[in-house]
């Protein structure tokens, strides 16, 4: 089945710590997103990628970091330097043609801080 | 930069008919998207407008007025099910910009 996973489903973090969200997708989708969604909230976007070995900053890029190594994969590193790191957050991926492509979402990784 | 307007929240009667609507101002637009977001769950795809008009998807209808900036979901004969969140996003350059959400409740 094609289809966008993340884990973990929830991820706990101490004071100080840096962790990385995985996600996955095998739709041959060259475009990936990350979204940090608060409670009430609309999504906000963090870092995106339209091809391998090049993403962007988001609206919110302050104390996270990215990579993009191989098309299939966008993990999402949440650093000590993200104050208040507490959210749901949402990968997805579309197409990249340039129009609007429908975006896919995971299932997504609830972060708390411990 | 961008803003997009949703009402925060709305309820609505099973089986009436319920009209969420989104305003936006982006410095361009490729496209509006319509998503619905049940509590603790990602957001799944209802519908996409590029063209003025009205796109229709059984239950659940999309309107765009690219002049006005503005877009409708239109849903017809609601089910309990419905109680969600829905979200209209904007595309632009590259990304989509979504609005906070509207979250309908429906009541029996």
């Known amino acids: 089945d094609g289809g966008i996973t993340q884990s973990p489903k929830y991820l706990f973090r101490k004071e100080g710590q840096n962790v990385t969200l995985s996600c996955e997708q095998n739709?041959?989708?060259?475009?990936m997103y990350w979204y940090r969604q608060d409670p009430g909230q609309g999504l906000r976007l963090i870092y995106y990628s339209q091809i391998v070995n090049d993403f962007q900053k988001g609206d919110i890029a302050e104390g996270y970091s990215v990579s993009r190594e191989k098309k299939e994969s966008f993990p999402l590193t949440v650093t000590s330097a993200q104050k208040n790191p507490t959210a749901f957050y949402l990968c997805?991926?579309?197409?990249?043609?340039?129009?609007?492509?429908?975006?896919?979402f995971g299932p997504g990784t609830r972060l708390l801080v411990l | 930069g961008q803003n997009i307007d949703q009402p925060t929240e709305m309820t609505a009667t099973e089986g009436a008919i319920v009209q969420i609507n989104c305003t936006y101002q982006t410095s361009g637009f490729n496209g509006l998207f319509w998503y619905q977001q049940h509590a603790g769950e990602a957001p799944t795809f209802l519908s996409y407008?590029?063209?003025?008009g009205l796109e229709e998807k059984g239950r659940f209808s999309s309107f765009l007025s690219r002049s006005k900036g503005y877009s409708y979901l239109l849903l017809k004969e609601l089910q309990m099910k419905d109680s969600a969140s829905y979200l209209c996003a904007v595309y632009n350059f590259n990304k989509f910009y979504f609005g906070s959400g509207t979250k309908l409740n429906v009541k029996p």
């Open positions: 997805a991926s579309s197409l990249a043609t340039g129009v609007g492509e429908t975006q896919y």
């Open positions: 739709l041959n989708h060259d475009a």
């Open positions: 407008n590029v063209l003025d």
